[in-house]
């Protein structure tokens, strides 16, 4: 059952690779372009362990999606501070948008970035056990080192979706 939408938010439905509907949350649109939407969200779970870290109910997650890239990111806050947790990173298919939702297929392989420059690659064992074609596994595998070549320890932050774009940008263009 899908949460029933305020006029003021937008509905994020998560699918899994095939695209069936793994949950759904809502959150505030604080910008958009016709590729990408910045997202304002509430950690509504209760705790969760990733890695080195736990997302508590309360957290605040600046989430950006893109309908021409292969991830998400969700920049993570202990509770509305501006205190960075980290930045998780979810390999996807690219996201699609409509005027009041945004669904993204999981590719299950993410990437933790940490504040102090450290990041740890998640769930390679689900990304392995997933029926993909080779070249959605190479897209994968292209994807995933253009993020972790975005992390730059001596900056602050040490990962940035809007230092990565620009970088990207440069490097393809």
């Given at each position: 059952m899908q949460p029933s939408v305020n006029p003021e938010h937008l509905l994020i439905t998560k699918l899994d690779d095939t695209g069936r509907e793994?949950?759904?949350?809502?959150?505030?649109?604080?910008?958009?372009?016709?590729?990408?939407?910045?997202?304002?969200?509430?950690?509504?779970?209760?705790s969760l362990r990733v890695d080195?870290?736990?997302?508590?109910?309360?957290?605040?997650?600046?989430?950006?999606?893109?309908?021409?890239?292969?991830?998400?990111?969700?920049?993570?806050?202990?509770q509305r501070t501006t205190t960075i947790k980290g930045w998780y990173c979810n390999l996807s298919f690219p996201a699609t948008f409509s005027d009041r939702a945004i669904r993204w297929r999981d590719l299950a392989l993410d990437l933790m970035v940490y504040p102090d420059g450290s990041h740890s690659v998640l769930d390679l064992d689900e990304f392995e056990a997933l029926q993909l074609d080779a070249g959605i596994r190479a897209r994968c595998s292209e994807t995933l080192q253009e993020l972790i070549a975005?992390?730059?320890?001596?900056?602050?932050?040490?990962?940035?979706p809007q230092r990565w774009l620009?970088?990207?940008?440069?490097?393809?263009g």
């Open positions: 793994i949950f759904s949350w809502q959150g505030i649109l604080l910008q958009g372009t016709p590729t990408s939407r910045l997202v304002e969200a509430t950690f509504g779970l209760a080195r870290t736990t997302f508590e109910a309360g957290d605040m997650f600046l989430e950006s999606y893109f309908s021409n890239r292969w991830f998400n990111i969700f920049e993570v806050h202990a975005g992390i730059h320890p001596q900056a602050v932050p040490v990962f940035s620009q970088e990207s940008e440069q490097r393809l």
